[in-house]
């Protein structure tokens, strides 16, 4: 069974430019959650996503942005990126939504803003 | 305002012996916790969890213990093995629908287990 798949591995932007960063659930799975990981900040929702609809939304600016697609893959977009974005950007895939327990993670995407 | 804390950076423990990794929340309202384990370029992986209705939980070498009057969960690994060394989170979740996918991290505990 396949894991949760994110693309790109690793990507590096320049500040003002846009990014959209992919993220393959794992099959069946409906809901989707984005995550930010910096050194200073830890670990902090950014959305989730289930059947095409965000539910759920972090305390990020209007630049991060997301969506879902009929299959559940899921896309996010930062615009406009800062320096501050630099980050890995990491994308948990679950079946239950309401099973918080049971997202499995991926890799991440590392983004780095120069 | 950080709602999960992990308060201790690293701990060195010595293979064999038990590790014990500690977590603090602020939050009454959170009904579920858990744990993940993190290498370099990795996401994180899920170990084990604990609702709040639970005092303790044990899937092999792995234990959490919640102390709900003090808002305070820990982990216990026995024996620890050198492959054991890692980043580990602690997270929780609220109930409803509002909280849905939303799991808020400590800041993460590095373990390393010497051989």
């Known amino acids: 069974k396949a894991g949760v798949t994110q693309t790109p591995r690793y990507l590096i932007k320049t500040r003002g430019q846009q990014v959209t960063l992919s993220c393959s659930p794992i099959?069946?799975?409906?809901?989707v959650s984005w995550y930010q990981q910096t050194p200073g900040q830890g670990l902090q929702f950014l959305f989730e996503?289930?059947?095409?609809?965000?539910?759920n939304k972090g305390n990020f600016p209007g630049r991060f942005s997301g969506r879902q697609f009929s299959n559940s893959r899921s896309e996010m977009n930062v615009s406009t990126l800062e320096l501050g974005d630099s980050a890995l950007y990491l994308c948990?895939?679950?079946?239950?939504?309401?099973?918080?327990?049971?997202?499995?993670f991926g890799s991440g995407t590392r983004l780095t803003v120069v | 305002d950080q709602q999960v804390k992990q308060n201790s950076p690293s701990l060195s423990v010595q293979e064999g012996r038990i590790s014990i990794l500690n977590c603090d929340y602020t939050?009454?309202?959170?009904?579920?916790f858990l744990w993940y384990k993190k290498y370099p370029a990795e996401g994180p992986t899920f170990l084990i969890s604990?609702?709040?209705?639970?005092d303790k939980n044990e899937d092999g070498r792995f234990t959490v213990f919640l102390n709900k009057s003090a808002k305070h969960l820990s982990l216990h690994i026995v024996p620890s093995q050198p492959g054991d060394s890692a980043v580990y989170f602690c997270?929780?979740?609220?109930?409803?629908?509002?909280?849905?996918?939303?799991?808020?991290f400590g800041q993460g505990t590095t373990l390393q287990v010497k051989p």
């Open positions: 939050n009454s309202m959170f009904d579920y």
């Open positions: 996503y289930f059947s095409e609809t965000q539910r």
């Open positions: 099959s069946g799975h409906r809901s």
């Open positions: 997270a929780a979740s609220g109930a409803g629908s509002g909280n849905t996918g939303k799991l808020i």
């Open positions: 604990i609702s709040s209705i639970k």
């Open positions: 948990a895939s679950s079946l239950d939504p309401g099973s918080n327990y049971g997202y499995t």
